[in-house]
């Protein structure tokens, strides 16, 4: 006569932490012991692989934390693990972002006698676009009218729409002491003419 021993299983996701036919098994098994048909073998069997799960559930958690303790203690940024287009994916995958949206792309950010600027597209005010498109012109740094020095899109989209403005190139020497190479300012310089 089969045994009418119950097994409490936790209510965590078997089906991630078991291989298919130790699932199918458990839920066979489960399923024995809801209706109380369940032999006391097949009771420690229950047992057994509920056991295995938490096991595994235990050591993916451990090394979940493993890993955020690195990452905290080396201060390593999701921009240094995945690349935008991965975050992008990531972020519209879990309904963060619309998937159907266009990414939008903040404009230029600038700054002159401690007066922030947007460079939107609208014309800058006369009293930072003269200093600006003077500097610019005559061969000199911008460095120092860009708020975004750290947003590499940002700042080559500045320089984009100065060339483009103008239609001077700015220097390489001066283009490395923003941290920008002349792909990125032509690869804005693209998004503008689309």
Known sequence: MPARRRVHSDAFPMAKLLSDNEFLRFT??????????ITADEADE?????????????????????????????????????????????????????AAKKERTLPPQLT???????????ALPDDIRVPLFEAFTSGQSVKSFIATLKDTSRCALTIARLEKETGNTYDEALLGELSLSRAQVDEALARLAA
């Open 28 to 37: 066979e098994l489960q399923q024995k012991q809801a209706n109380f048909t």
């Open 46 to 98: 229950l047992r057994d692989i509920v056991a295995r799960a938490q096991k595994k559930r235990d050591d993916r958690s451990a090394a979940m934390q493993a890993i955020e303790t690195y990452i905290a203690q080396f201060d390593i940024t999701p921009d240094e693990l995945f690349s935008a287009e991965q975050i992008g994916d990531a972020a519209r995958t879990f309904g963060l972002i619309p």
């Open 112 to 122: 002159h006698n401690g007066k922030p600027y947007q460079w939107t597209s609208r």
